[in-house]
């Protein structure tokens, strides 16, 4: 959703911007382009592979660019030391990047056999191969059922459980397989693996527990009129930014009942518009795209808080 993430970001030649989700740069290098040698790009991604690929990919540049390996939720320490205030605009472009699904080893893909890991930073110790051969059966059927959305949360986990019990489940082969011994395939539902896959990798990475704050943060660093826009892929993200978003938009939160407002809260956003998708186009040229949703909104009023 490259040319929607621009029209809804307009990028100013002088502006400073954050991609909090740098991965190959791809968005990070439109933005830039439309920068001028007093713009600032800067690009936060965890993964060293992305750091690598994007550093690359962002080298011939006329603006100034910052790239930082973090997680969006240090944003806050990575402008302060960056010495940035405020910013012109900002993109989450979630989930998993295509380039780690498609690199076997990291073990994020059910279509290829690979080691059980999932890790976007490879510094973190857990691995979807600790969480799949030692978490508890109730535990999984909980993040199952809650980060995959799975019907048969229950009836995997219990399968899990009884599989590792003769041998650890070691690879992304074996976890697949024995979910399509497990679940019925539906007729449109797509690989029987793919909502477990989901549940497992967000827990491997934290990847809800934090989406949240740092939409707010990102937000209170906006300047009025600044722009975010975030992309999701699956319903729990979306979730969480819409309600988010829809929370920073709201002005006064008293009870219904109060005659006058006491408490002085202040819409901090507001939204552009509905969510968009895709064109067809785009979901032609590229499958992974299908899934995909773009949220924006504007900030409005004085920053929250200009102590950070």
């Known amino acids: 959703m490259l040319n929607e993430v621009l029209n809804a970001l307009e990028p100013n030649a002088h502006g400073i911007y954050l991609d909090c989700t740098l991965g190959g740069g791809g968005h990070a290098k439109a933005i830039a382009e439309r ?6 790009l800067i690009g936060l991604d965890q993964d060293n592979d992305a750091i690598q690929a994007a550093t690359e990919n962002l080298s011939d540049l006329t603006c100034k660019v910052k790239i930082v390996r973090a997680n969006f939720s240090e944003l806050d320490k990575i402008l302060g030391d960056l010495g940035v205030d405020e910013l012109d605009g900002a993109l989450f472009d979630l989930g998993v990047s295509s380039h780690q699904i498609d690199t076997t080893e990291r073990g994020f893909s059910y279509m290829h056999d690979a080691p059980l890991d999932m890790r976007m930073d490879r510094r973190r110790p857990l691995t979807a191969r600790e969480v799949i051969n030692s978490y ?51 007729k449109n539902g797509g690989h029987p693996a793919k909502r477990v896959f989901q549940a497992v990798r967000i827990e491997v990475n934290g990847e809800l527990e934090i989406l949240a704050d740092a939409l707010k943060k990102v937000v ?3 300047k009025s009129g600044g722009r975010l826009a ?6 729990l993200e979306d979730r ?33 518009g509905k969510a968009q998708f895709p064109t ?5 040229r590229n499958s992974r795209a299908k899934s995909a949703k773009l949220r924006v909104v504007e900030r409005i009023g004085e920053r929250f808080d200009k102590s950070v």
């Open 136 to 186: 508890a059966e109730d535990r999984l059927t909980k993040i199952f059922r809650e980060y995959g959305e799975e019907r048969f949360s229950k009836r995997v986990a219990a399968a899990v459980c009884r599989a590792r019990k003769i041998s650890p489940i070691e690879t992304t082969g074996q976890l697949a397989r024995l979910i399509e011994q497990t679940v019925p395939r539906t």
């Open 240 to 272: 969480i930014v819409k309600e988010t978003f829809k929370t920073l938009a709201q002005g006064c939160i008293c009870p219904k009942n109060f005659p006058v407002c006491v408490c002085n809260h202040k819409a901090q956003i507001k939204i552009l």
């Open 35 to 40: 920068l001028d040698s007093d713009g600032l």
């Open 230 to 235: 975030v992309i999701t892929f699956h319903s």
């Open 220 to 222: 209170n660093r906006l």
């Open 280 to 284: 067809p186009i785009e979901i032609e």
